[in-house]
Each structure stands twice: as C-alpha cells, then as structure tokens.
C-alpha cells in the first residue's frame, strides 16, 4: 500500500505563488512516475506536471509551462510542485499520483497512475 499525501493548498491573489507538495508512505518513488494533476468544477481532470525519480526527466503541460516547476526530494519521499505567477483558471483540486506503469518516462494519461491522494484545493482569486 502507497499513501500519498498533498499540502500546501490555499487561498491566494492572483500572481501569487503556492507551492505543493506530496509526500509518500514508503520511499517507492525509486519505481514510480509521479505525477500532479488538476480538476476544476464541472471540468475533466487535468494533467499538469509529472517527473521521474531516478532519471529526473520531467513534463509540464503547455498550460502552465513557464509558471509551474515540478521537484523532487529523495530523502524526504517527497515531490513538490512550484506554482508562479498563479491565474484564476489555476483554481482546482490538485492531486499527486504515482504509476506503477511507467519508470522512465512521464505519463499523463490519469488512468495510468495507481495511487492517488485526497487533493488539495488551490483557489485563485481576482
């Protein structure tokens, strides 16, 4: 069993930043792609960031590229996700997962992640 996670939701104006991060129960990273994703209300999920642990290869969607960086932290199980310059259409339920499926390249496709964590609400305001 993987336990994820996620802190460091909030309320913030926008240009602000906010920076997340989700921590494992176990230090399994070593195997898994780890991946952030988003879901606004009445909207699908969303993939937003992903990053591998040991390669260290890493993929940012085109909407939040350039605001958004994504890390990680061996030696505390964690994976953190950096948010910039943060816009009103940022607010959502930011979840991390991790895939068992993928090792050495970032997924993002939801369906392939195996865990999940409860989400974290980011809201953006005007």
Excluded: H
Excluded at 10 to 21: D, F, I, N, P, T
Aim: glycine share 10%; charged share 15%; aromatic share 10%.
């Amino acid at each position: 069993q993987v336990q994820l996670v996620e802190s460091g939701g909030g309320l913030v104006e926008a240009g602000g930043s906010l920076r997340l991060s989700c921590v494992a129960s176990t230090r399994t990273f070593s195997r898994y792609v780890m991946g952030w994703f988003r879901q606004a209300p009445g909207k699908e999920r969303e993939f937003v960031a992903g990053i591998t642990w040991n390669g260290g290869s890493s993929y940012v969607s085109d909407t939040v590229k350039g605001r958004f960086t994504i890390s990680k932290d061996r030696a505390k199980n964690t994976v953190s996700l950096q948010m910039n310059s943060l816009k009103p259409e940022d607010t959502a339920v930011y979840s991390c997962a991790a895939s068992t499926a993928f090792t050495a390249i970032v997924t993002t496709t939801s369906r392939n992640y195996d865990y999940w964590g409860q989400g974290t609400q980011v809201t953006v305001s005007s």
